[in-house]
């Protein structure tokens, strides 16, 4: 399994970023994505999930109504859309299927929300 983030960057507060995250080496329409977070000194925490066909996304409430999450099943790719961003959304973002088969996470990319 191979997870490639991409798409970070050092944004103002209010901006907007859009990550996206290259799936290989397992069959990924069949599983829904997920998408993780951790800051500095603090434990990583889930963003948000949605399933293998689109169908269905669910939020962290502190990210509700601000991030969209989205996948292309013909480019085995996830995407987190980031709106309003705020300074506690500075971290390192990671996506990962869900199931026990994916042991692994990729390198992540990094968000800086700072004026």
């Known amino acids: 399994v191979q997870l490639v983030e991409s798409g970070g960057g050092l944004v103002q507060p209010g901006g907007s970023l859009r990550l996206s995250c290259a799936a290989s080496?397992?069959?990924?329409?069949?599983?829904?994505m997920n998408w993780y977070r951790q800051a500095p000194g603090k434990e990583r925490e889930w963003v948000a999930t949605i399933t293998n066909t689109g169908g269905r996304a669910d939020y962290a409430d502190s990210v509700k109504g601000r991030f969209t999450i989205s996948r292309d099943n013909a480019k085995n790719t996830v995407y987190l859309q980031m709106n309003s961003l705020r300074p506690e959304g500075s971290a390192v973002y990671y996506c990962k299927p869900t199931g026990s088969f994916c042991k692994n996470w990729g390198q992540g990319t990094q968000v800086t929300v700072s004026s």
């Open positions: 080496g397992f069959t990924f329409n069949i599983y829904a």
